[in-house]
């Protein structure tokens, strides 16, 4: 059964991470059971609020095991953390043969090979019906202590893009961000093996003229030169416009800043996405705003400067009033969805690391 499990963990990693930053590596317990570990060094320090963005993306990889398990004919069984006295791993597996006489294929597991982020202009159309009531079908997996809410109205969907689109200034006006951003990026295709952490350049969807002047702005006395002269702002109402454009912004909320709601959220998240991808539905998450947000409010401000405290708490609440939260809701996970062109690339996955122990 392990390479029947190596298998499917080798189409799992296929699943959303911060930057691609692909925090995962795996080990047997036995035969059949496999345990997940989380690296946490390898997402954003200062966007990764208490390590919720590599919680998430766990969650997304842990629902891909599960959904493809099914697909093989065995069931999963999850126990999330605390698993161990390791805090490091996320979760542990369990697989048995499906007693399950049904062999009519999930179409969540038959779209993880085609999901991806595609950052391309949206079509001005409205999600269908069918695509609608597969996204809340999907997310209804949801316990009660994770909700999903989707705007289609196009007032408050403009609210929520530009709030949004803040994080776009604010990357480009602090220095640690901005370096951070920068060395992310996958530059020339050929890069773009998997083996490499980080976003290939074409992936990204910059406009011809943007895209040449990018490796420039990579050096920051350059962009802080070009924001003298509006940059940073003129950067981020593209972002909101092309964000305000789309016909839905979806939003996964958790009710405690704890690592398991973070990893329940990435499964709904996952499902979502999945469930969206399965329709035809193009998917982008645009979260950057919320986790610097959290920080904030938190009072963690390293590496943030002063000047953006109060854009980055409106900005928040226009997020808040325009998903109509109620108190107890902690936004986490932000999306756009819509109909769009195929993406122009894709950012490759590394082949899993499996560690020859689990201790």
């Not at 954003?44 to 599960?66: D, F, M, P, R």
């Not at 961000?177 to 083996?195: M, P, V």
């Amino acid at each position: 059964m392990q390479e029947k499990i190596r298998a499917i963990v080798e189409k799992a990693v296929w699943a959303p991470s911060g930057d691609n930053s692909q925090p995962w590596e795996f080990s047997f317990v036995d035969e059949s059971t496999l345990q997940v570990h989380l690296i946490p060094h390898k997402d954003n320090k200062i966007l990764n609020y208490k390590l919720s963005g590599t919680y998430v993306a766990h969650g997304a990889l842990i629902e891909n095991i599960v959904l493809l398990a099914g697909k093989e004919g065995l069931t999963a069984s999850v126990m999330l953390l605390p698993v161990s006295d390791d805090p490091l791993i996320t979760a542990q597996i369990t697989f048995k043969e499906s007693a399950s006489s049904s062999n009519l294929p999930d179409p969540l597991a038959e779209a993880i090979p085609a999901r991806h982020t595609n950052r391309k202009q949206y079509e001005p159309k409205q999600l269908s019906e069918e695509a609608r009531a597969s996204i809340t079908k999907a997310a209804a997996a949801a316990s009660d202590e994770i909700t999903f809410h989707v705007l289609e109205d196009k007032k408050r969907i403009k609210k929520a893009a530009y709030a949004e689109s803040l994080i776009q200034k604010i990357a480009l006006e602090t220095p640690t961000l901005h370096s951070i951003f920068f060395s992310n990026i996958l530059w020339k295709e050929k890069d773009n093996t998997g083996e490499k952490q980080g976003l290939s350049l074409k992936s990204m969807e910059l406009p011809p003229p943007v895209e040449k002047l990018f490796p420039l702005l990579s050096h920051w006395p350059v962009t802080k030169a070009f924001n003298k002269i509006g940059f940073s702002a003129m950067a981020s109402k593209t972002n909101g416009d092309l964000f305000a454009s789309s016909p839905a912004i979806g939003l996964v909320c958790v009710r405690k800043e704890e690592p398991v709601q973070y990893l329940e959220a990435g499964r709904v998240f996952e499902r979502v996405w999945l469930a969206a991808t399965a329709q035809g539905v193009s998917f982008q998450p645009i979260s950057g705003l919320l986790f610097v947000a959290r920080r904030l409010a938190a009072g963690e401000t390293d590496a943030l400067d002063s000047k953006h405290f109060d854009e980055i708490s409106l900005a928040a609440n226009d997020i808040a009033q325009a998903f109509s939260l109620t108190n107890g809701e902690i936004p986490l996970m932000m999306c756009r969805m819509g109909y769009s062109a195929a993406a122009t690339s894709r950012s490759k996955r590394a082949a899993p690391v499996f560690r020859t122990s689990h201790a």
